[in-house]
Structures are given as C-alpha cells and as structure tokens.
C-alpha cells in the first residue's frame, strides 16, 4: 500500500478511539500477536483515574497505577488536603 493512500478513506477519531490508536491499533500495527489482557499476554498496563476512554483523553487523566509484565511497577497515592494551622491566614496567591 502507497503511503499516499494510506488515510485515504479514514475518518477522524471520536475520544473514544484515541486510546486505540496508542495501544490496540499501534500493537496491530506492529504485529503484536500477544497484546491484549489475556492469558500469555504480557500484561503490561497503565490504569488512569477517570470513568471511560472518553474522560480520560478529555481531562488528561492521571495514571494510578502501572504494571509490567505481571508486576507492580508504580503507583499514585490519592492526593491528601493538609488541613490549615487553626488560626493560620494564606496569602491569597497560594488560593489560586
């Protein structure tokens, strides 16, 4: 297939289809017949702290966790608030 022809007749991709395109499509793309989570995969895999596809690509997601291989690779603890000093005033700038 010519290079030139090769988006021919693609359409644009929804939010939902962006992640395919790093991840589904690019390993179908390189031929990557033990891509997927499934038994003999290799599972390696980011999980990102939204509800679906679409979110994740719209908000730009934060990874939670990752995996490698089967293994725990890194995680993102849960952002904690630090209560304020009891009488203690901020600068109006740190607010923003």
């Known amino acids: 297939m ?3 022809r090769l988006f021919t007749n693609a359409q644009p991709p929804g ?12 390993a179908r793309i390189m031929r990557q017949a033990d891509y997927g989570i499934a038994p003999g995969c290799a599972a390696d895999l980011v999980v990102l ?11 730009l997601a934060q990874p939670l966790f990752g995996v490698k291989r089967g ?26």
């Open 71 to 96: 293994r725990l690779s890194f995680m993102r603890p849960a952002p904690r608030l630090a209560p304020p000093e009891a009488g203690e005033r901020r600068p109006l700038a740190l607010l923003a």
């Open 49 to 59: 702290d939204a509800r679906d596809a679409a979110e994740a690509v719209c908000t």
């Open 15 to 26: 939010r939902e289809d962006c992640l395919d395109l790093v991840t589904v499509s690019a």
């Open 2 to 4: 010519a290079v030139d």
